[in-house]
Structures are given as C-alpha cells and as structure tokens.
C-alpha cells in the first residue's frame, strides 16, 4: 500500500479496502464486551439466587476505556478514508493481515474491558494503585494529546494533496484525484521537520495513553502498543529511504524516520 504500492490484480482500491480493513476492530470490542458483560453477570446472578435483576453497569473506567477505542476508529476506519484527497491501493495481502490483526486486537481488549480485567470499583483501584485517578487521567491526557497530533500530522499530508488538486483545477483540470494520485512532496508542518513518520509516533503515544490508563498490567493493551510498532517502525525506516531515493539525501539530511535521535 502507499508509496510503496504495486499494480496487482490482487488490489483493493484504497478508500474501500481502508474501511473494510479497520471497522472490525472497534464492532469486535462492543460485541465481545457486550456479549461477555451480559453472560457473566448472568451467570454471577444465577449463583447467588438472584436472577432477574438487571446487571450492575460496569466502572466508568471500562466504558471510557472502550468509548476512546471507537472514538478513535470512527475517525481511522470511517472518517480518514473520506476525508483522504485520494489513497493508494490495497493488496489483499496486507488487507488480510489488517483484518486479521483488527479482529484479535478487538477481541482481547473487548474481553478485558468486559470481564476478565477489573470490573468493580474496587478492583480498579487496587489495579492502578497506589495512584488511581490520577494514572487514569494521565492515560487519557496523553491519548487525547496523540489523537490531536495524528490527526493534525495526518492532515499535513492531506493538504499536500488538496493544495494539489487546488493547482490542477485552476488550471483546468476536473475530478477527484486528478493529477493528484501519488503525488508526493515533503511533508514541512509541525513534527515533520524532525521525523518524516511523525503522524506514527504519536499514534504510539496516543495507545501508550490508553495503555497507561488501563495499567500497565493490561496486556491486551501492551499487546497493541507493540503490534503497531511492529508493524509500522519498518515501514517508517524504508519510508524514509524511499524519501531518499525520490528527493535526494541533501533534502532529507537532519530528519529521521520516527523516533528522532534513533531511527
Ligand atoms: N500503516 C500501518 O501499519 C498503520 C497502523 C496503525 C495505524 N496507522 C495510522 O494510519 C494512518 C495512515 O497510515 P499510513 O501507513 O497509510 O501512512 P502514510 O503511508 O504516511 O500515508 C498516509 C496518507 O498520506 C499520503 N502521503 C504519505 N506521504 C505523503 C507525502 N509525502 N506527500 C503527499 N501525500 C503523502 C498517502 O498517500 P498514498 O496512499 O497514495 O501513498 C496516504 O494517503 C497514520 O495516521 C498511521 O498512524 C497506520
């Protein structure tokens, strides 16, 4: 996908494969969490001979949890392929894998949120003892804070495209991604004059938000920290070598791929 792209007959077009690939991560979490919640505190309220009862709602700090996983899918699943001035295709091949990784990732933290991780009151603070509000609140400070910059860097990218596009109409040009399909320029806003992968590395930060306030005990979330740095840290490193190749060293001397100072 992206720079890197191949013209394959096993391609997705961009924007579909994009949605397709991302929704069921966050539909996965609701149902997993739903499904799981409602079954064992049947099963709890079976046991004590008390059935019928409507089941107590879990802590505020699952549903917070669980709401900031859907607040940041509806903008990566829904909102960013609309919002793209155009997007590369999609071999199967990664779409498979996304979706893939979408479902297990879904699935572990809806689980977690809904039953096997702290579920009281009482459990979270012992959890996230010997702090426990404020290690919450500065777990979702620091998500929100990369929400912000991913968004934000994301749309350094996007208006590169606009500005694109922009041109070409004035200059008589018509249609959605015209003249404008894989152009490319470096990126000059914000991070980018450090890292050329900036809208990556706050995405960790964001996810190690959410980490920090689950616990550092969650694994689920410490899993997903490390898949997405797994998973994109190589692709940031042979992006900037691609960025070397397309613009010369000269240009691209003093930025990193990611992590400023590292790589
Ligand atoms: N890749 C992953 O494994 C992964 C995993 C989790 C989250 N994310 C998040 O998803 C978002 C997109 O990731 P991505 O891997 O698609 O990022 P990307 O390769 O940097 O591409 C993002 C978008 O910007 C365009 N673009 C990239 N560099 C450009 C440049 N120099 N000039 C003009 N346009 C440029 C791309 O167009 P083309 O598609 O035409 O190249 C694409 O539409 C990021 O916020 C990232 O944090 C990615």
Known sequence: MGKTSVTSRLNLPGRLGWLLMETPGFLTL?????????????????????????????????QVLAALFVLHYTYRALLFPWLQPSMSPLHIIIFLSGVAFQLTNGLLLGAWLGAYGPTTPAQWAAHLAPWPTAQFAAGLAL???????????????????????????????????????????????????????????????????????????????????LNEVAAMLPRAVRGRQWYVEKFGEEKIRGRWAVIPGVW
């Open 30 to 62: 609701l149902y997993t969490l739903r499904t799981l919640r409602s079954q064992t505190t049947t099963t709890a309220a079976a046991a004590a001979g008390s059935g019928g009862q409507e089941p107590p709602s879990l802590p505020y700090q699952n």
């Open 143 to 225: 998500f929100y804070l990369g929400l912000a910059a991913n968004y934000y860097h994301d749309d350094e990218l996007r208006e590169i495209r606009r500005r694109r596009l922009r041109q070409a109409r004035g200059k008589g040009g018509k249609g959605q991604g015209q003249g404008v399909d894989k152009h490319y320029e470096i990126p000059q806003a914000g991070l980018f004059k450090v890292v050329l992968y900036p809208h990556y590395l706050v995405e960790w930060i964001e996810w190690v938000g959410f980490w920090m306030a689950a616990g550092w005990g969650c694994a689920p979330a410490r899993c997903f920290v």
